[in-house]
T-cell receptor, first 119, second 114 residues
Framework: AQKITQTQPGMFVQEKEAVTLDCTYD???????LFWYKQPSSGEMIFLIY????DQQNATEGRYSLNFQKARKSANLVISASQLGDSAMYFC????WGAGGTSYGKLTFGQGTILTVHP | GAVVSQHPSRVICKSGTSVKIECRSL??????MFWYRQFPKQSLMLMAT?????????EQGVEKDKFLINHASLTLSTLTVTSAHPEDSSFYIC??????????FGQGTRLTVV
C-alpha cells in the first residue's frame, strides 16, 4: 500500500516569492513515480512535474522544482517567483512503477495544499 | 500533451435517476482508464480501474452495482451512477495514460443530486 501525506492544509505566499509545498510518502514498492498536480477552482488537474524513484537528479520544469530526498521519503515542490495564477490546490501523488505504462494512471493522492498568492 | 475529454462537466439530476458520465481519450488509445471521486476541498479517491474489454476493478468500499463502469472501446469509458441519491453528489474525474507518460485527466463532472 502507498500513502502520501501533505501536512499543510493551506499556504500563503507573496507574489514573486518562492514557496515550498511539503510531501512525504510511504511505500513498499522498490520503484515508483512521484507527481505534483495543480487543481484550480475549475477542477481540472494540471500536471506539473514528475520524479522517478531512481532518478539521480531532482526534477525541474520551469518555475517548478522537486526537492527529492529518498532517504527521508519526501518530495517537496518548490515554486519560484510565485504568480497570482499559482493560487490553486496542489496535490502530491505517487504510483508504483515497473508494471508497464498503466502504472502511471493509478495514483494515490495526498490531502492537498491550498496555495494562496497575495499581490 | 495528450487530451482526455470528459462529458458532461456539470449535471443536476433528481434522486432515484441514473446519470452517465463519459471519458474519452482523443488522441491516444487507452486500454485502462481510472475513475476518481473528490469531495470539496478534499483529496481524489480512486474508485475503480476501467479495463477495455473486461470488467472494471473496484476499490474497496465502492459499490459496483451503484457505479457501473463500461469500457467498450480503446477510447471510451463510461461511469453510470445508478439510482443516484444526494450523498452521491460529488466531483467525478477520469484519467488515462499514454504509454510511459504522466496521467492526463478529464475536465471532471460535478454531479448534484436533488
Amino acid at each position: 500500500a502507498q500513502k502520501i501525506t501533505q501536512t499543510q492544509p493551506g499556504m500563503f505566499v507573496q507574489e514573486k516569492e518562492a514557496v515550498t509545498l511539503d510531501c512525504t510518502y510511504d511505500t513498499s514498492d522498490p520503484s515508483y513515480g512521484l507527481f505534483w498536480y495543480k487543481q484550480p477552482s475549475s477542477g481540472e488537474m494540471i500536471f506539473l512535474i514528475y520524479q522517478g524513484s531512481y532518478d539521480q537528479q531532482n526534477a525541474t520544469e520551469g518555475r517548478y522544482s522537486l526537492n527529492f530526498q529518498k532517504a527521508r521519503k519526501s518530495a517537496n515542490l518548490v515554486i519560484s517567483a510565485s504568480q497570482l495564477g499559482d493560487s490553486a490546490m496542489y496535490f502530491c501523488a505517487m504510483t508504483p512503477w515497473g508494471a508497464g505504462g498503466t502504472s502511471y494512471g493509478k495514483l494515490t493522492f495526498g490531502q492537498g495544499t491550498i496555495l494562496t498568492v497575495h499581490p | 500533451g495528450a487530451v482526455v475529454s470528459q462529458h458532461p462537466s456539470r449535471v443536476i439530476c433528481k434522486s432515484g435517476t441514473s446519470v452517465k458520465i463519459e471519458c474519452r481519450s482523443l488522441d491516444f488509445q487507452a486500454t485502462t482508464m481510472f475513475w476518481y471521486r473528490q469531495f470539496p476541498k478534499q483529496s481524489l479517491m480512486l474508485m475503480a480501474t476501467s479495463n477495455e474489454g473486461s470488467k472494471a476493478t473496484y476499490e474497496q468500499g465502492v459499490e459496483k452495482d451503484k457505479f457501473l463502469i463500461n469500457h467498450a472501446s480503446l477510447t471510451l469509458s463510461t461511469l453510470t451512477v445508478t439510482s443516484a441519491h444526494p450523498e452521491d453528489s460529488s466531483f467525478y474525474i477520469c484519467s488515462a495514460t499514454p504509454q510511459d507518460t504522466e496521467a492526463f485527466f478529464g475536465q471532471g463532472t460535478r454531479l448534484t443530486v436533488v
